[in-house]
């Protein structure tokens, strides 16, 4: 029942994930980097405290009493992670929500979900699972299955872009990604992909931070939101100087006074995103806790958000004009990520240590 449970919230933060772009869709007359601090100070500001004050109200006290050392490796794996969450955003600029997120979450995949375990080989911790525990039980190697064959699916759905893209004239590809530039975007997505998968580390590292919330009394099932708001802090700070840099750079800082433009709106939109975005992680904790924070719930929450990007992607018609073969291959492609994900949750059902 707890891995059901786990699989359900991680479910639910996928597609919330997957879906969070949606809404800077709809900002008209701004430039990138205006939509995206502003969804962002909701990402990463104002919307994880408030959430970890409706569910773990002493977390300030919590964060203040932290060990320094725990407090300064989760802010900088944020800071890390915020180099990949900015890059994110552009790579899907470039290549769309169906190629850009099935690239930079596939390295996200992978290196999330392994590189915890390599690191707990290392160093031994009680508790947590190393990458021995996982090769050695029935559970832990249908684990590692899934996320190989998670693997193959993101491959097969960057094969299905690269022949979107060699079958489309640009102005059709125009057409559904303005901004597309597959040499472009894709260096951007492996970068973010790599950087993006810091969040999980920072999640290992603030990890005392969630067993204080814990040992204070408060719902084991949201003591992650304790850890969101340092990590999210890191987050911020990159993104934040780099926005900047590109505001003052573009002169773009002007959109927020340029009445040509429907500001209202705008606003509106990338706070709905940027509050969507945060959903994520608020369910990825409550998943965390019913299945630990390993190779299981991270591919879990890797492969929901593929498939929930590349429904809106096939919604948004980026798919359009292509040949039978290319929609095909970006089917086959889902399907197998559909099987990585029951094949993951089959195994965190097993016993692995």
């Not at 919307?47 to 970890?52: D, E, N, S, Y």
């Not at 890390?80 to 929500?97: A, D, E, K, N, T």
């Not at 525990?133 to 299955?145: A, I, K, M, T």
């Not at 706070?271 to 190779?295: D, H, P, R, V």
Request: proline content about 3%; charged content about 10%; overall charge positive.
């Amino acid at each position: 029942m707890q891995a059901l449970l786990g699989i359900l919230y991680h479910s639910i933060g996928g597609i919330a994930s997957g879906s969070f772009y949606m809404p800077f869709n709809k900002v008209k007359g701004w430039a990138w980097e205006s939509y995206w601090i502003v969804g962002g100070l909701f990402s990463w500001l104002i919307v994880p405290p408030l959430a970890a004050y409706l569910t773990v109200p002493g977390f300030a006290e919590i964060i203040a009493a932290g060990s320094k050392q725990v407090l300064y490796f989760t802010f900088l794996m944020g800071l890390l992670w915020g180099v990949g969450g900015c890059s994110y955003g552009l790579s899907v600029r470039y290549l769309g929500m169906s190629l850009g997120n099935s690239v930079v979450l596939g390295f996200t995949a992978a290196f999330g979900a392994i590189v915890p375990s390599i690191y707990y080989n290392i160093n031994p911790t009680e508790g947590k699972v190393s990458f021995s525990d996982l090769l050695g039980s029935q559970g832990g190697q249908l684990v590692l299955l899934g996320v190989v064959v998670c693997l193959a699916g993101i491959a097969l759905s960057g094969k299905a872009g690269m022949m979107k893209e060699s079958e489309l004239s640009k102005e059709d590809q125009r057409a559904s990604v303005p901004e597309f530039s597959l040499v472009k975007g894709l260096i951007i997505a492996v970068i973010s992909g790599i950087l993006s998968s810091f969040f999980n580390f920072g999640i290992e590292s603030g990890k005392p931070l969630a067993e204080a919330a814990v040992a204070a009394g408060y719902n084991p099932l949201y003591q992650n939101n304790v850890t969101f708001v340092v990590i999210l802090w890191g987050g911020l700070t990159t993104n934040l100087i780099w926005t900047t840099i590109l505001s003052i750079k573009n002169k773009s800082y002007r959109d927020f006074a340029n009445k040509n433009s429907p500001i209202a709106k705008n606003l509106m939109f990338s706070a709905i995103a940027g509050t969507t975005w945060f959903l994520q992680f608020f369910f990825y904790g409550m998943g965390e806790s019913k299945l630990g924070n390993g190779a299981s719930s991270w591919i879990l929450h890797m492969s929901t958000i593929i498939l929930t990007a590349n429904m809106w992607g096939i919604y948004r018609k980026e798919w359009k004009g292509v040949a039978a073969k290319t929609k095909w291959t970006i089917a086959i492609g889902i399907f197998v990520i559909i099987l990585a994900v029951a094949l993951v949750g089959i195994g965190n059902s097993l016993p692995i240590l």
